[in-house]
């Protein structure tokens, strides 16, 4: 009864929100990702390739950086996508639901890969705009191949882990500062041969470079 309740109220909160308490929406200005740098210390990215128009509007999202980052000696790939949504609210154009940043953990099994782990965990990078700033961690296994998978969503100046946090803030933002904007951070990087420890190592060097550029595109 109690969970029925919550659920009601935080319904009634949301309707609220969004038909009474902010009309407008404020797309704050910022860089386009086209701009975004394809070098980044040792890492280079031929380019940022393009979504299909079906994916993209399925997505929801505004603008998107989908880079594969080699290092310089090509034995080492780094994937990096950063979807920016101007809106998560479908009757402002935002996608094909109200809250439209979809969830990786969420997607990843439906494309065939099996999540082995998965643990929230705090980032302490230089240039986060979140002092409590927090990521999902992930290592997914499709057979014998396996990846560690980073990522958060951005927005207002949050840096969130958990996918009830984003909703939660959408209906906040919204009300407070009539935004919904926002955006989902991943990286990708296989393991190959090598353990948790060095993976670990490569994602945090590689982070600690692209998280202080991201603001200009993912505004705070």
Not at 1 to 12: E, H, N, Q, T, W
Request: glycine share 8%.
């Amino acid at each position: 009864m109690s969970k029925l309740i919550v659920a009601i109220a935080f319904l009634s909160l949301n309707f609220y929100t969004y038909h009474f308490m902010a009309r407008s929406a404020v797309i704050p200005p910022r860089e386009l990702f086209a701009s975004f740098p394809l070098r980044i210390g040792d890492w280079s990215c031929g380019r940022n390739e393009p979504l299909d128009a079906d994916v993209k509007a399925n997505l929801g999202a505004t603008d998107t950086l989908v880079c594969q980052y080699l290092r310089d000696d090509r034995a080492r790939v780094i994937g990096l996508y950063v979807g920016y949504h101007a809106t998560q609210v479908r009757e402002e154009g935002g996608g094909s639901d109200e809250n439209s940043i979809h969830p990786p953990a969420h997607c990843l099994p439906g494309s065939g890969w099996d999540i082995i782990d998965s643990r929230t965990v705090p980032l302490d990078f230089d240039g986060l705009p979140d002092p409590d700033a927090k990521a999902k961690r992930l290592i997914i296994a499709k057979g014998e191949y396996r990846q560690l998978v980073y990522y958060w969503y951005q927005m207002s100046g949050r840096v969130v882990a958990e996918d009830w946090q984003k909703i939660l803030y959408v209906g906040y933002d919204r009300a407070t500062r009539g935004r919904t904007d926002g955006a989902l951070v991943r990286f990708t990087l296989p393991f190959g041969r090598r353990g948790d420890e060095a993976v670990e190592k490569e994602f945090r060097e590689f982070a600690a470079s692209v998280v202080p550029l991201l603001p200009a595109y993912v505004p705070n």
